[in-house]
């Protein structure tokens, strides 16, 4: 502080000794040096609050350099420096021309890519795609979301989190200009969805899907409905959402039905079918497998009623009706015995003796089990009269009758013999068939 006063007084003293011709100039030189001493006499807490503030600045662009080293800068921005990006003069359209020249470089980058993924080297490929996909953009939107859908397939398929996020973000923020446009472009919307659809994202697929729905609708667009439909019936089939996509497909078949387009119908029933039966609807698996059978029946395809027939059978059971299960599985066996198709045969036959056993009706299961070994002869499938012979056996012990048991599992000895195949275990089930039932030792006499 005293330095400062004495440097103060220093300058006054020197201003009294100007000469009178610069005294003229004095107020603008008083002028000049209070602002020059102002500083001087400032606070020392204005001081300090500044050098805070230098020093909060400093912190912020230290913290601002290490989040760009932990979040580099998107891969999928322009690069104007790249040597690909046209150098235009002013700001115009690309001429053919040089839209041709720019779609066979990148055409070959996309070749460059390709050849890093089959050298096993992931990075190096997409480091090359992204460059191709910023430069794509300048082709246009309908071309950057063409490339967006196949290299969001490839970072899908090569299980590429960071990639597959970024396309996504870049689609929605696509999106997102597209829906502000009035009317939006619907056509390049469908585009978006589709590419949503290849990277398995979902929510944003199903959400945009339904949008082109509620469009395609209002503007009587049946092609585009039944494509959206269909899109959105597989992407709720993939991700196991069985409900929603048995809303998909039965409005497809309404569809099918009313524009009178067979094949549809029956690729619908089809989808039906399995969708209840993996959902455990029965009833409904039911009726939309009756329908198919009656579709096969008047077609005359009678190879494909077998499996849907043990299908029902199996419906029926879950819905607690052996009565309507063994009837179907008696059909089902009748059908493809006739057609020798001895596999069905021999699984409607093996499902029809498990019934009539948890029915305790033995003698039925029993006559099954005779069927069976009739249909693995023609067939030549020794293992399968093998097993027939073994279930039989069991069987037979189960009604106390041992001789009939041990003549079973002899027969299935012979065949385990031939396949060199479970002959111990045979063996084992014979001799115990064959021992003396245990007899209880008498209880000692009651003294009188």
């Not at 082709?139 to 996020?165: F, K, M």
């Amino acid at each position: 502080m005293g330095l400062r006063i004495a440097r103060r007084k220093f300058q006054i003293d020197s201003l009294k000794r100007l000469p009178y011709k610069y005294l003229s100039a004095l107020p603008l030189a008083i002028a000049l040096l209070g602002a020059l001493e102002f500083r001087s006499f400032a606070p020392q807490a204005a001081i300090a609050q500044e050098e805070e503030n230098q020093e909060q600045e400093e912190q912020e662009q230290e913290q601002e350099e290490q989040e760009e080293e932990q979040f580099p800068p998107n891969p999928l921005e322009i690069d104007e420096s790249d040597p690909l990006f046209p150098q235009l003069i002013i700001d115009r359209p690309l001429s053919p021309q040089e839209r041709r020249v720019l779609a066979t470089a990148l055409d070959e980058l996309r070749v460059q890519a390709e050849q890093e993924l089959a050298a096993g080297n992931p990075a190096g490929a997409f480091e090359i795609l992204n460059r191709e996909l910023r430069l794509r953009r300048v082709l246009g939107v309908e071309e950057e979301v063409d490339s967006l859908s196949r290299v969001g397939e490839i970072a899908w398929r090569e299980n590429q989190t960071t990639e597959t996020r970024l396309i996504t973000e870049r689609l929605q923020q696509i999106e997102q200009e597209v829906q502000a446009e009035t009317p939006p472009d619907f056509d390049l919307l469908l585009r978006i969805a589709q590419a949503y659809q290849t990277m398995r994202a979902i929510d944003p697929a199903v959400t945009l899907y339904d949008q082109i729905l509620i469009r395609a609708r209002q503007q009587g667009d049946a092609a585009t409905e039944q494509d959206t439909l269909t899109a959105l019936g597989e992407l709720h089939l993939a991700w196991f959402d069985y409900t929603a996509a048995a809303i998909a497909y039965q409005e497809l078949l309404t569809l099918a039905r009313a524009r009178g387009d067979r094949p549809r119908e029956v690729e619908y029933l089809q989808q039906l079918a399995y969708i209840y039966q993996e959902n455990n609807q029965p009833e409904e698996a039911i009726a939309a497998q009756q329908e198919l059978v009656s579709v096969y029946q008047g077609r005359q395809e009678y190879a494909l009623i077998p499996p849907l027939k043990i299908a029902i059978a199996d419906s029926f059971q879950a819905l607690n009706r052996p009565d309507r299960a063994a009837t179907n599985y008696q059909e089902a066996f009748a059908v493809a015995r006739s057609g020798q198709q001895y596999a069905y045969a021999s699984e409607a036959l093996q499902k029809l003796a498990d019934l009539y056993r948890s029915l305790d009706r033995p003698d039925d299961a029993l006559v099954v089990y005779q069927l069976l070994i009739d249909v693995e002869q023609q067939s030549y499938n020794s293992y399968g009269i093998m097993q027939a012979y073994d279930e039989i056996g069991q069987l037979q012990l189960e009604r106390g009758n041992t001789n009939q048991a041990i003549a079973a599992f002899r027969r299935g000895l012979e065949l385990a013999r031939q396949l060199s195949y479970r002959e111990s275990y045979f063996t084992q089930q014979i001799e115990a068939a064959s021992q003396p039932p245990a007899q209880s030792n008498p209880e000692p006499a009651q003294p009188n």
